[in-house]
């Protein structure tokens, strides 16, 4: 299951837009909903994470992202929204206010860390992000219709390309995290997990020759083998060690160095020592990098950022904001037609 920094960045490639356009061409007016919502200029400067400004647009999008969500549990569960009911301490208003700052700090971040790793977009990436506008928006009845419904979030052509060029440079950190000896996977600690193996283990006991020739037998028919992985577990269980799947470590130092040399899925050829005939399987370093590993990597990064608010973020009331914007909303369409990001 994805992490919530995967399933924010990820939701907002569905956001993908192509080359810049101008406001008569997106038909936005000067502040959209939220900023009207919220009475603030959309560009000013909200807050900072670790000394990027943010305008208030990006907060006041992951505010009302997050209304929605809360309110669309209230809704199912047949209980009237109050935002000044108690939660965790203080307000639903109040955590509200903080899970968007958390989702603000995560998409900063993501910035952030794109200049530290060099990551950029290319030419190609950024067709890409053309194509999938494209797609969708003609699974939303055309481009008019498209912008008619991201205009409900706050967002309009440019801001939508913003967001998902962010989404991407998302993605391009994981990859860069799953990179083997780039910065970023070193930075996840991916250099200092335990090297892992299986073996099949064919003790000498009384007759070392003897058990010379059942290694060869095995390792003859671990290379016959239509799916060697399989047949390598099947034959590790049959044979002499009992343990299974363990650090290099943990064995003799000799077949500890030949371990080292195998790649991933790699099995040796036989190796004597004291104990007898052995032959490695390198495995896949338990807590290696992955796509979960980076977001908790990010969020950690994230939540340790630096943050400063202005005090227009300071006054901002998450109970106002929410009932300018949905009264706003109404206005701009009849009651019953637009269904919110995760809400009603």
């Not at 203080?90 to 899970?99: F, S, V």
């Not at 008019?144 to 052509?157: F, I, T």
């Not at 040796?268 to 977001?295: K, M, Q, T, V, Y």
């Not at 340790?304 to 006054?315: G, S």
Request: negative net charge.
């Amino acid at each position: 299951m994805k992490t919530r920094a995967a399933a924010l960045v990820l939701a907002l490639l569905m956001l993908s837009a192509c080359s810049s356009g101008t406001e008569e061409q997106t038909g936005m007016p000067p502040a959209s909903l939220l900023g009207q919502a919220a009475e603030l200029g959309e560009e000013l400067a909200l807050l900072t994470v670790d000394g990027r400004e943010v305008p208030a647009w990006r907060y006041l999008y992951w505010l009302a992202f997050t209304c929605d969500q809360i309110r669309a549990r209230y809704d199912d569960a047949g209980l009237t929204l109050d935002w000044e009911s108690a939660v965790n301490g203080g307000t639903l208003g109040e955590y509200a206010k903080e899970q968007a700052l958390a989702d603000t700090a995560l998409y900063a971040t993501v910035e952030n860390w794109a200049e530290r790793f060099g990551c950029v977009l290319t030419e190609a990436e950024r067709a890409d992000l053309s194509v999938r506008w494209a797609e969708q928006a003609a699974d939303h009845g055309g481009e008019e219709a498209y912008l008619e419904e991201l205009a409900k979030s706050g967002l309009d052509r440019l801001r939508a390309e913003e967001m998902a060029e962010v989404g991407t440079l998302y993605a391009k950190l994981c990859q860069l995290c799953l990179t083997e000896g780039s910065d970023l996977w070193s930075l996840a600690g991916a250099g200092d997990q335990d090297l892992t193996v299986d073996r099949i283990l064919i003790s000498a006991g009384e007759d070392r020759e003897g058990a010379r020739e059942r290694a060869a037998e095995v390792f003859s028919q671990l290379n016959q083998a239509e799916d060697p992985e399989s047949a390598f577990s099947a034959l590790a269980a049959e044979g002499d060690d009992p343990t299974g799947p363990r650090s290099a470590k943990d064995l003799a130092p000799s077949l500890a160095e030949a371990a080292e040399a195998l790649t991933e899925g790699q099995f040796s050829g036989i190796l004597e020592s004291e104990e007898g005939f052995s032959i490695l399987r390198r495995l896949a370093a338990e807590g290696s990098p992955g796509d979960e590993a980076f977001d908790r990597l990010l969020q950690a990064a994230a939540g340790e950022a630096l943050i400063r608010t202005t005090a227009d973020y300071e006054k901002l009331d998450t109970a106002a904001f929410d009932r300018a914007l949905s009264a706003l909303r109404e206005e701009e369409e009849p009651a019953g037609r637009w269904f919110g990001r995760g809400g009603k």
